[in-house]
């Protein structure tokens, strides 16, 4: 059984800055991609940002310059270093885990950014 645990969640004022951090436990192997998702109110779930095995990064374009991801292989973690946030960066993100040959979702956790 695979589980991701995400934290880091929380309401923060425009210009502020959280930290997400998603762990994946269990038997999970072969992962060749992590990432984190978003999904806004009545939206659809968009990319945020990917990480690959080997460290290649993508990003949605609306966070390029302010939006960080990075991951600790070693335990099974992958990190979104949120900076400049920006009221609609809110929604609920969700990790993604891709492996050969499953993919794993997170619960989600919401990011509020407000004044």
């Known amino acids: 059984q695979v589980q991701l645990v995400e934290s880091g969640g929380g309401l923060v004022q425009p210009g502020g800055s959280l930290r997400l951090s998603c762990a994946a436990s269990?038997?999970?192997?072969?992962?060749?991609?992590m990432g984190w998702y978003s999904q806004a109110p009545g939206k659809q779930r968009e990319l945020v940002a990917t990480?690959?095995?080997?460290?290649?990064?993508n990003y949605a374009d609306s966070v390029k310059g302010r939006f960080t991801i990075s991951r600790d292989n070693a335990k099974n973690t992958v990190y979104l270093q949120m900076n400049s946030l920006k009221p609609e960066d809110t929604a609920v993100y969700y990790c993604n885990v891709r492996t050969i040959p499953a993919t794993y979702w997170g619960q989600g956790t919401r990011v509020t950014v407000s004044s």
């Open positions: 269990g038997s999970i192997f072969n992962i060749y991609a």
């Open positions: 990480i690959t095995s080997g460290g290649s990064t």
